[in-house]
């Protein structure tokens, strides 16, 4: 394979192919590059002929990215953001003054053990910035690759390379049941009892049943989030497993019995990741150094 020939590059391909992917269609990327739709087919011709790749295929009435165009999304934002700021000096950011709205992908463990002090530390210094929490999708890294979210809190393994991340928490694991119930002192008791299962903490791994090894839990019910484990517990025999800082919580609000877990596990690590375009992007260089000192402040 020989090397591509940059000097024969042409900007405004990249350009146009981020738009192209953005869309998923010529005719969306031409709308938003001005242009005819005729001159967007051409230009994904000579894309294909550049990278080797259909980029887009007929699926249905429409048109699907490939498996390569999905993969160059994530590089290619990086990439054009990295040369819009060889040409655009940063601006200082002026947290007392300015405005900025961030948008943050997080499970609802990352919520309770850390959103509150960033709020409250955010508010005094920074008056008009304001957070967004968006759900926790199926693939949370495609919100930050294609710029609809600037943080996500998720587990360190889950930094991909075209990232970076900063450890926050590591806190260990805590049972929680209904008032008055008993809590498991061993795991033979762990194991005897009915378990909640949390699809956030599967989406990343299961640290539990890495723990247990061939042993198994038995699973009655898997709901989405940590916070409707704790209302099902509350109501209900089953047990649930969660990380120390929301089991703590949902004790305190809710009467839950809370206790050890049996057996040690794996701790449930939270790192703020977010996008390396961001790196130097001083409202996001802020935000990070907010983050980081309203946990020390906490």
Request: net charge positive.
């Amino acid at each position: 394979m020989h090397p591509t020939n940059l000097t024969a590059l042409d900007l405004n391909l990249l350009v146009a192919l981020d738009a192209l992917l953005e869309a998923g269609s010529v005719s969306g990327a031409a709308r938003a590059q001005h242009r005819s739709q005729p001159a967007m087919s051409r230009t994904l011709g000579r894309l294909r002929d550049l990278v080797g790749d259909p980029l887009l295929v007929p699926h249905g009435r429409g048109l699907a990215l490939t498996d390569r165009a999905r993969a160059l999304r994530a590089p290619l934002k990086l990439l054009l953001s990295d040369a819009r700021k060889l040409l655009e000096p940063p601006v200082p950011f002026v947290p007392h003054l300015e405005a900025a709205h961030f948008r943050v992908v997080t499970s609802d463990y990352a919520q309770v053990a850390l959103l509150g002090p960033a709020v409250r530390w955010i508010a005094q210094a920074a008056p008009r910035v304001t957070l967004e929490v968006l759900a926790l999708t199926d693939d949370p890294l495609d919100l930050l690759a294609t710029g609809r979210a600037e943080l996500l809190f998720g587990p360190p393994a889950a930094c991909p390379t075209w990232c970076d991340a900063r450890p926050l928490l590591a806190d260990g694991w805590a049972c929680v049941r209904r008032r008055g119930a008993t809590l498991p002192a061993t795991v033979a008791e762990y194991l005897a009892l009915e378990h909640i299962d949390v699809g956030t903490a599967l989406r990343f791994g299961d640290p539990i049943a890495d723990a247990l090894g061939p042993d198994r839990r038995r699973v009655r019910l898997t709901v989405p989030d940590f916070a409707g484990a704790c209302f099902v517990a509350a109501t209900s025999d089953l047990v649930a497993t969660l990380p120390e800082p929301v089991a703590a919580a949902a004790a305190q609000s809710m009467g839950l019995s809370l206790g050890p877990v049996p057996f040690a596990v794996r701790a449930p690590g939270v790192s703020m990741i977010w996008p390396r375009r961001l790196e130097q992007e001083p409202a996001h260089r802020w935000l990070r150094a907010a983050v980081v000192e309203s946990l020390r402040r906490a």
